[in-house]
């Protein structure tokens, strides 16, 4: 037995070191494993919690009968389209914040309080305004992602050197080049570390708009599964959720901020 | 110093006292109709109502007793789980991918299920904010013991430290300021999570609060939610989770990120 673990985790050293991306595969092997074998002996009921296999069936049913791609386009759409408003128009409002004292006093405390509501607890309000509908589910998602990037875009611009400042006036910067080549620089690694937090709410934010609004989306798949009792459907959107924020957050976000960080050498927090 | 403290604090309440004038006159005189947005007077009525009837208290008291039983059991199993895993730079490699997923996945995504598990009520929320905590914290304090630099443990170990000594005032010191960024984003998740689940899956708390009153119309009872909801995570951040990272991360020096 303890020949045959040492062997397998040999090979799985070995096949890791070769591919480094599938090192962050093999520890789902012995989950989904687990998670077979639990099923498998009836420990809980079946319509508590279904079986890898049956998730899978779903899976290729769902994408067959084309839900499961239009839902997941739905809701992808609605994030990007969230976080591209909430990006357009928190960098500036952070430059503004970061920049002006008078701005500082007066939008500070309003943005440390606004951000402390939260996206959710707007929902209800919104949805008397706007109905059941788009609109209100990009207005949370834009609220969400806005706070934590324009609060890093202030870090950012307050956390760059005066002597920078004084350095670019005094060899003659206008002040758009300022803006254009010592500002917004500067503050670029928080801006993205701003932006992976935004996400990283705005996500979480969007499934809840999605199950308490929806109308379609991962979010609704989940709760409309959950209605009629299907945790199949459940688990699998789950899971969707899960590999897709992975794949978001790991391979596009991450590298970004690292690319930011690293070039212009500021990760000081 | 005194008269600075009073003019900073003047100076943070400035701001909010003309947004309440604002709106104290904008509202009455465009005549905007109170089912979109509700007076002032209207909400200062409705909190008053709230206290003495004792509702707001309940709701207030039901949110924050299911948010304080959820973190702290995830607290109590997820710092010693992420410590025991983190020690050997072999276990904490292996399974940093699989905790990273079910972060990522933490909080909202799992009501549906919570709610077909638990059933509508006390522990499907409980729940919710368990999860929420619970992988955040145990990704972070894996984080927290490997990046303690091997040599700090292998000095400690030949200066003779034993394994309490080594967990007391190595292990844990390193990992405290991931720890507190952990349980800083777990609780932030937990909370929306907490009201997004309240309006789903209860009868009493502050997300429910707000949804009933949505049924009828009562933007007055809305608003005076969303105030709650604002200071007390205010007042849990600030009065909180402010000084413990003060204590933790300013005493031990370690801001910088790896």
């Known amino acids: 037995m303890k020949q045959f673990l040492l062997k397998m985790w040999s090979h799985c050293v070995r096949l890791t070191t070769r591919w480094p991306s599938i090192a962050s595969i093999v520890p789902f092997i012995p989950v989904v494993a687990a998670w077979w074998i639990v099923t498998e002996l009836q420990i809980f009921p079946r319509a508590f919690l279904p079986g890898p296999a049956e998730v899978v069936r779903s899976f290729g049913a769902l994408v067959y ?3 499961l791609p239009a839902y997941l386009q739905d809701s992808i759409v609605r994030l990007a389209v969230g976080a591209f408003w909430g990006v357009a ?23 440390l309080f606004f951000q402390a509501i939260g996206d959710i607890a707007w929902l209800p309000i919104l949805v008397i305004w706007f109905g059941y509908g788009l609109t209100t589910i990009t207005v949370v998602i834009v609220y969400t992602v806005i706070f934590p990037v324009v609060l890093n875009t202030v870090l950012g611009v307050r956390s760059i050197p005066i002597t920078l400042h004084r350095a670019a006036q005094s060899l003659g910067a206008s002040r758009i080049r300022m803006l254009w080549e010592v500002v917004l620089p500067g503050a670029l690694p928080n801006i993205v570390t701003g932006l992976r937090n935004g996400l990283g709410y705005g996500w979480r934010a969007l499934i809840a708009t999605e199950i308490i609004v929806g109308t379609s989306g991962i979010g609704f798949l989940m709760f409309d599964a959950r209605r009629s009792g299907s945790v199949v459907e459940i688990l699998l959107g789950m899971i969707i959720l899960g590999i897709l924020w992975y794949i ?15 070039r212009w050498g500021l990760v000081t927090r | 110093m005194m008269l600075r403290r009073l003019s900073s604090a003047f100076w943070f309440g400035a701001p909010f006292m003309v947004l309440l004038i604002l709106w104290a006159v904008f509202i009455p005189y465009f005549e905007v109709n109170p089912r979109l947005f509700p007076h002032l007077s209207s909400v200062i009525q409705a909190g008053i109502e709230g206290i003495q009837d004792g509702t707001l208290i309940q709701h207030i008291g039901a949110s924050l007793l299911r948010v304080a039983v959820g973190t702290v059991l995830a607290l109590l199993i997820a710092i010693p789980l992420g410590i025991a895993m983190g020690v050997s730079p072999m276990i904490s490699s292996f399974l940093t991918p699989l905790f990273r997923f079910f972060s990522v996945l933490a909080g909202i995504a799992w009501i549906p299920i919570a709610t077909l598990w638990f059933g509508y009520g006390f522990g499907a929320i409980t729940f ?36 309490w000594a080594m967990l007391t005032e190595v292990l844990l010191p390193g990992a405290l300021p991931n720890i507190v960024t952990g349980i800083r984003t777990g609780l932030g998740f937990a909370w929306r999570g907490l009201i997004a689940a309240e309006m789903i899956a209860t009868n009493v708390g502050l997300g429910y609060m707000l949804f009933v009153a949505r049924d009828f119309y009562r933007t007055e009872v809305i608003v005076l939610g969303m105030i709650v909801i604002g200071v007390l995570w205010l007042l849990l951040d600030r009065l909180v989770l402010a000084p413990i990272e003060r204590a933790t991360i300013e005493r031990w020096g370690m801001v910088q990120r790896a």
């Open chain 2, 128 to 163: 919710v904010i368990f999860n929420a905590v619970f992988f955040i914290v145990t990704y972070n304090t894996l984080l927290g013991v490997s990046t303690i630099p091997l040599q700090v443990r292998n000095a400690a170990a030949s200066l003779g430290a034993g394994r």
């Open chain 1, 248 to 262: 978001v957050d790991s391979w596009i976000l991450a590298p970004i901020e690292r690319a930011t960080g690293q």
């Open chain 1, 65 to 67: 009968m084309g839900i």
């Open chain 1, 89 to 111: 128009l928190g960098i500036p409002l952070g430059i503004l914040v970061g920049l002006n004292q008078r701005a500082r006093t007066a939008l500070w405390p309003l943005l």
